[in-house]
């Protein structure tokens, strides 16, 4: 399975963005992680694409929402009151069955390549 991901860019302080991923393939488990420099990577929101259950780290709760396209093979962020500390690289992870803690790295097998999300 390939992710791609897309959406990224530069904004204010209480801006908008919406990150999309695409995947080559069916994968039960989809999550967005973000590294910041000099930091671990950190689960940031994840979606059990055949329940549709939601999982969110409690610094983005009420600000980010992680969703589905089926049709599209696609998940999407969309984040909302953007803050200087939501500033890092946003990776798309996969897996092929929802398994552990959803926000750990290790757990996931497929990842995209990334894409920058900067907030001033």
């Known amino acids: 399975v390939q992710l791609v991901e897309s959406g990224g860019g530069s904004v204010q302080t209480g801006g908008t963005l919406r990150l999309s991923c695409a995947a080559s393939?069916?994968?039960?488990?989809m999550t967005w992680f973000r590294q910041a420099p000099g930091k671990k990577r950190e689960g940031v929101a994840s979606?059990?694409?055949?329940?549709?259950?939601?999982y969110y780290a409690d610094p983005v709760k009420g600000r980010f929402t992680i969703a589905q396209d089926n049709a599209k093979n696609s998940v999407y962020l969309q984040m909302n009151s953007l803050r200087p500390e939501d500033t890092a690289m946003y990776y798309c992870?996969?897996?092929?069955?929802?398994?552990?803690?959803?926000?750990?790295?290790?757990?996931?097998?497929?990842w995209g390549q990334g894409t920058q999300v900067t907030v001033s």
């Open positions: 992870a996969a897996e092929d069955y929802c398994g552990g803690s959803w926000d750990l790295p290790e757990n996931y097998l497929y």
């Open positions: 393939g069916d994968t039960y488990c």
């Open positions: 979606i059990n694409t055949q329940l549709g259950t939601t």
